[in-house]
């Protein structure tokens, strides 16, 4: 609903700034492009206009602000440690992939996006859990908590690691379609 309320307001604004412009250009016949928009030719006092302005540019900089945060962030990051043997370098989302793909086999769910953050000694574990609408969210829960983690946590030699989940659900696979 959200994107749609947003994308029909873009497409209203759209189609009135291109009903301005081809009046302003003096496209359209029927209206006069001389003629005054509003009634009266006197112009508001000098701070309305600064006031306004100021409006409008702080509107401006919170649109691009919310626009910004609509750019997906993936960040490659690597983890590395030294010891005596050597160094080995791993990307995170190498690290969170085979975690991923064993939620992805669970009862109810459809499929896991992962996302390891942080350094390797504080890690933290974002799950966006995409399930089927009859699916046991508990269930789900429970097998991540009890199974999962503990061998992500042991794979990583990161006893503290601690993790988010977010469940989306979608229609029911056992729901059929009528025509």
Not at 80 to 100: K, Q, S, V
Not at 124 to 141: E, S, T
Request: with cysteine; proline share 7%; hydrophobic share 50%.
């Amino acid at each position: 609903m959200n994107r749609f309320s947003l994308g029909l307001l873009g497409f209203v604004l759209l189609v009135a700034g291109g009903a301005a412009v081809a009046v302003h250009l003096g496209r359209v016949p029927q209206v006069d492009r001389n003629a005054p928009v509003l009634p009266g030719t006197a112009l508001p006092p000098a701070w309305v206009l600064w006031v306004v302005a100021a409006a409008a540019v702080v509107i401006a900089l919170l649109c691009l602000r919310w626009l910004a945060a609509q750019i997906p962030r993936r960040k490659v990051a690597s983890w590395r440690w030294a010891d005596e043997a050597g160094t080995t370098r791993i990307t995170t989302a190498t690290a969170a992939a085979p975690f991923a793909e064993e939620v992805t086999t669970y009862p109810g769910v459809r499929k896991v996006e992962a996302a390891l953050t942080g350094p390797h000694t504080a890690p933290r574990l974002a799950l966006v859990v995409r399930a089927h609408g009859d699916a046991d969210l508990r269930g789900i829960r429970r097998r991540i908590d009890d199974e999962g983690l503990p061998r992500l946590r042991e794979a990583l030699g990161t006893p503290d690691l601690h993790a988010t989940v977010e469940f989306r659900m979608s229609a029911s696979k056992a729901v059929a379609r009528t025509h």
